[in-house]
């Protein structure tokens, strides 16, 4: 139980285009999600949290505009990278939680690459 | 304000041999506290968890944890390493309120040697 996939789970795209990474949650109801960046070799960032049909919450230094989360429903997370750039290259994770839990459960995380 | 600190961004160990990796934790409350691995262009696995309960938690693949509210600690330990515990590991603690925020440590990268 508590399966977590993300789709795709590597992509490429060219400067200037926008990419969706899709995030579901299997076999439970995830109130809350999140979307997370990591780096070459470093740790996982917090980007976002999301809810389910309400905005996102982002943290501090993330840009909302580029960076776009849709939670449509307590099953799928969306993450569109606008305009993407170079630097955005970068491998996304989402995670799921019940909400009641504190444990969230990860994705096996989406490797972009815009050239 | 929560946060984690892992001491050794590496660790090296022969096959076999024991295992720690060490984490202290700030926390201006009760926390709960997570290890996570991360194999190479792999998702991450939970592999305990401490939520106030029992003070030495027991995970998956032989690996524990004691929370050590003293010492503001909560190392990972096995017995034993197998080549296939190298990887990377987080040491992870959960913010109070809202949504349960998770704040990760820098991460150890675990070497295993034959």
């Known amino acids: 139980g508590a399966v977590v996939s993300q789709h795709p789970s590597w992509v490429i795209c060219k400067s200037g285009t926008s990419v969706k990474i899709e995030c579901r949650s299997l076999?439970?109801?995830?109130?809350?999600m999140f979307w997370y960046r990591q780096f070459p070799k470093q740790s996982l960032m917090l980007m976002a949290t999301s809810n389910e049909g309400s905005k996102a919450t982002y943290e501090q230094g993330v840009e909302k505009d580029k960076f776009l989360i849709n939670h449509a429903s307590l099953t799928l997370s969306t993450l569109t990278v606008t305009s993407a750039h170079p630097e955005d290259s970068s491998f996304y994770i989402c995670?799921?939680?019940?909400?009641?839990?504190?444990?969230?459960?990860f994705g096996p995380g989406t490797r972009l690459t815009v050239t | 304000a929560q946060s984690v600190t892992q001491l050794d961004s590496h660790v090296s160990v022969s096959e076999g041999t024991p295992v720690l990796l060490r984490c202290n934790y700030s926390s201006s409350y009760s926390p709960s506290l997570f290890w996570y691995v991360q194999h190479p262009n792999k998702g991450l696995q939970l592999l305990l968890k401490y939520t106030s309960a029992a003070t030495l938690v027991k995970g998956i693949n032989g690996f524990e944890a004691e929370f050590k509210k003293s010492e503001t600690s909560f190392h990972l330990t096995k017995p034993s390493a197998h080549m296939s515990d190298a990887a990377e590991y987080f040491c992870v603690v959960s913010v109070a309120g809202g949504y349960n925020k998770l704040i990760f440590g820098a991460g150890t990268r675990l070497a295993v040697h034959p």
């Open positions: 076999d439970f109801q995830a109130t809350t």
């Open positions: 995670s799921a939680s019940t909400g009641g839990s504190y444990e969230q459960y």
